[in-house]
């Protein structure tokens, strides 16, 4: 058996962090097992679904480098769905109902009263030709409910265990509304089946729809496939994500500058037993996912772990996977921008924080940036005259090393005396890469002039 996933959201708004999670566990699950990652689009209610979310989600699956097998639009397989409804009529599993949103909310206070669950009591079964007719010339549209079974529901979660599910207390729930469109139930379960979707990994805000969903894969008699319903993600105050908020979207954390590796990082490990690290690939992200060892408690999703996987996974790129996007700052390609992203990859919370960086080894000093003290001026000017002379190799460190063996022992200081003023006057801050890669980058004529303050 070929492992079918799919991650099927509904083109409302664009993914947040949560809905990568779900996305990122489909799709290493189908890696891990060889198997296929379909795109569902969940777009059957027309009203809310824009087509550009549905291209909006389909490029932030990219950016994670998530490429989907097949992309389908629900709303452009209605045939099935309705074919699917004939077969639940037929078969008496799919009745009519009449009552108002007033009518049923007035049924659930009853039944509450009483102290009973407000389950709905199938009063619409029991209509005889002649009431539905009078209804009919009412002007009411029916809507159509599924007969649930009263039974267990059981399955074996890949992520909770085994599970069971007392469909007997559930209303028998609404497939098809008033206006003949689909709640997203039937056709869900429609596609998965047509798709030959054997994995459905979702958020456990599922678990219900998932024993409704057993009932009709069996009512249409489609192999159930394995359900895994992993933990949510929320935001640190404990409140949960929404799509329509757009906190959290993928499309901001890209807009900040956050690696896609590690946003998939945070959001697959989030709540794993080992420790949350930055995982370079997604293959290596595959290689280490176990659905049963998720964690069972909501996850709280915080950026400040993101700023710090960022930061230690920016640190560890080579100069090859980032290359273009410095090139296109106006960092200087070839040997000298390869020496460069060396001396600084590991001071950027972003890559796009080595613009800075660039514009401090290139020249003119910014604005803003630290001068050295007065005090400190002549022993600035003896240490330019001890620069040693001739051509610098961008990735010479022993240029640092000789200069500064030659100040210490020209002018007796050490420690942060000798090297704090260096470092302000070469860079204009007093924290940074160190000095002996940023040096020979900034080279000698520049050296000399900011060292006697000649710019
Ligand atoms: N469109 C549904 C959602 O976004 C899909 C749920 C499922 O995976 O079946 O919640």
Known sequence: MTVTARFAPSPTGYLHIGNARTALLNWLFAKQTGGRFILRLDDTDLERSRPEYAEAIIADLAWLRI??????????????????AEALRAGDRLYAC???????????????????????????????????????????????RFLLEDRDVAWEDLCRGP?????????????????????YTLPSVVDDADLGVTHIIRGE??????????????????????????????????????????????????????????????????GSPEAVQ??????????????????????????????????????????????????????APGPVGAAFWAAVRGNLAHVSDASGWWQRVTGPLPGDAERPADEDRAFLADAAD????????????????????????????????LFKPLRIALTGAGEGPELKALLPLIGRDAAIRRLTGRA
């Open 163 to 183: 599970q069971h599910y007392a469909a007997g207390a559930l209303s028998d729930p609404v497939l098809i509304r008033a206006d003949g469109s689909y709640l």
């Open 386 to 417: 001890l620069l040693p002379a001739g051509d610098w190799a961008v990735d010479d460190e022993t240029i640092y090393a000789d200069w500064i063996a030659a100040v210490k022992a020209a002018t007796g200081r050490k420690g942060r005396g």
């Open 205 to 270: 805000d599922h678990v219900t729809n998932t024993a409704v969903q057993v009932e009709l894969f069996e009512a249409l008699g489609q192999t159930v496939p394995v359900f895994a319903h992993h933990n949510l993600l929320t935001a640190v105050g404990g409140e949960g994500l929404s799509k329509r908020t757009g906190a959290l979207s993928l499309r901001s954390l890209r807009d900040a500058g956050y690696e896609p590796m590690a946003v998939a990082s945070l959001a697959v490990l989030i």
């Open 98 to 144: 009449y009552e108002t949103p007033d009518e049923l909310d007035r049924k659930r206070k009853r039944q509450r009263a009483r102290g009973l669950p407000p389950v709905y009591d199938r009063a619409a079964r029991d209509l005889t030709g002649a009431e539905r007719a009078a209804l009919q010339a009412d002007g009411r549209r029916p809507h159509w």
């Open 278 to 331: 930055p995982v370079a690939s997604l293959e290596e992200l595959a290689a280490r996912i176990d659905l049963a060892r998720l964690s069972r408690a909501p996850a709280a999703f915080d950026p400040a772990e993101l700023d710090g996987l960022n930061h230690r996974l920016v640190a560890d790129l080579p100069y090859d996977a980032v290359c273009d996007r410095l090139v296109a700052m106006g960092i």
């Open 67 to 84: 490429e989907p097998d097949v992309i389908v639009h629900q709303s452009e397989r209605r045939a099935l769905h309705d074919a699917a």
